[in-house]
């Protein structure tokens, strides 16, 4: 069989870091057109791209263009956030498979318009919520898929750093829709919703602020963003720090924390804990806590994160190919959606909310 002809949209850190490695790495893609506004970007990439594939890779300056002209199979949407659900409806309208970036959608309103644009084909339509495609996590699910957890009644889901607010159109509401809300709690709420087994959202409290803003404290590691704009953060109109309580239909409950600043101790990666009436989890250390033989039983999973990105491309591929469905579909990210806006609303409100549907 023909490899699969695959585009990227917007090709900046992600793309590079993730996106472009792992589909060079997969021998059922052709990685044949990219869609780049920044000139400087597009020229680089496409010189790298043209030398590492040896065929000669077209690049547009306009996604529309690359869509109409590159008689591509598949693409990838990797572009600021405001711009993911109309690109994401104009490639399968196009009759591309897509893979989009998280967070999937900023509105309810855009996140029902891409359910719908799927609805009306057969396109594998998968959100690039990475965390789902960790070693460690597929491992963990295994066991709560088979019940070692028993009834599910409560989680936390932490992305807490001391400092490291990404720089770029990040902190620019505009381009971002939000900040570290959108940004990593986004993969966190996901990550622990799907864990709980996706139980039904109801209300939400939720308090955002911007406690911190711009620093230029040296040392920092940070993410930045290769489009160029807003790097020194002299616009930073998202909230820093962002945390939530979500009821669930059926009594279960989640509490959310997320921050890109704060002054208390760094407590980066994902932290995940699920208590269930028969055992628990956490990720990082990946690890179930349960009873047996009338005793407490701590069970250390020695499974690391793994290539996580290069575990999601090749799922993409696979579910092309094998006309499967994805593990992480629009209808969680519709969901996940739901609950994103419903916590921004409550902020907004000073008050608890019901999640919108
Ligand atoms: N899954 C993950 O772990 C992960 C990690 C980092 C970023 N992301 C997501 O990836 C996306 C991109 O983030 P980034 O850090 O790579 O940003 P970036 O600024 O480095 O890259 C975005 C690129 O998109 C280009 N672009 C802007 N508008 C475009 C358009 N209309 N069409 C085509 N290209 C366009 C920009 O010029 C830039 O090169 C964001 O949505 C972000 O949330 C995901």
Redesign the pocket.
């Known amino acids: 069989m023909k490899p699969l002809r695959v585009g990227i949209?917007?090709?900046?850190?992600?793309?590079q870091m993730?996106h472009i490695p792992n589909y060079l790495k997969n021998p059922e893609v052709d990685l044949v057109a990219i869609?780049?506004?920044?000139e400087g970007?597009r020229t680089r990439v496409q010189q790298e791209l043209t030398e590492k594939t040896g065929h000669a890779v077209a690049a547009y300056a306009?996604?529309t263009e690359l869509l109409r002209e590159a008689q591509l199979d598949a693409v990838s949407i990797?572009?600021?956030?405001m711009?993911?659900i109309d690109?994401a409806v104009a490639a399968v309208e196009s009759g591309c498979h897509v893979l989009l970036?998280?967070?999937m959608a900023l509105t309810r309103d855009s996140a029902d318009r891409l359910q719908t644009a799927l609805e009306k084909g057969d396109r594998v339509v998968m959100v690039?919520?990475?965390h789902r495609y960790r070693n460690d996590v597929t491992a963990l699910k295994r066991f709560v898929d088979a019940g070692a957890l028993g009834t599910i009644y409560h989680a936390e889901a932490r992305m807490i750093r001391r400092r490291g607010t990404?720089t770029?159109?990040?902190t620019d509401m505009e381009w971002a829709g939000g900040g570290p809300l959108?940004?990593i709690g986004v993969?966190a709420l996901d990550l622990s919703w799907w864990l709980m087994g996706k139980p039904v959202p109801t209300r939400v409290s939720g308090h955002l602020t911007r406690a911190i803003g711009a620093d230029h404290l040296d040392f920092i590691g940070r993410?930045?963003?290769?489009?160029p704009h807003n790097q020194d953060n002299a616009i930073f109109t998202t909230e820093d720090f962002a945390t939530a309580l979500i009821r669930f239909q059926g009594g279960a409950t989640l509490n959310l924390t997320v921050s890109w600043a704060i002054n208390g101790p760094q407590d980066d990666g994902l932290k995940v804990t699920i208590y269930g009436d028969k055992g628990g989890l956490t990720l990082e250390p990946a690890a179930i806590y349960s009873s047996d033989h009338h005793v407490l039983t701590d069970t250390l999973i020695p499974v690391g994160v793994g290539p996580m990105?290069q575990n999601e491309i090749d799922h993409f591929v696979e579910c092309i190919l094998d006309h499967q469905s994805p593990r992480s579909p629009v209808a969680d990210g519709r969901t996940v959606a739901q609950m994103l806006v419903a916590i921004a609303e409550s902020a907004e409100r000073g008050e608890e909310v019901a999640v919108r549907r």
Do not use: C, R, V
Request: hydrophobic content about 40%.
């Open positions: 949209i917007g090709t900046g850190a992600i793309a993730a869609a780049e506004p920044d970007i306009d996604a990797a572009t600021p956030n711009a993911h690109l970036e998280k967070p690039g919520q990475s990404p770029g159109w990040f959108m940004d993969h993410w930045t963003a290769k489009m990105y």
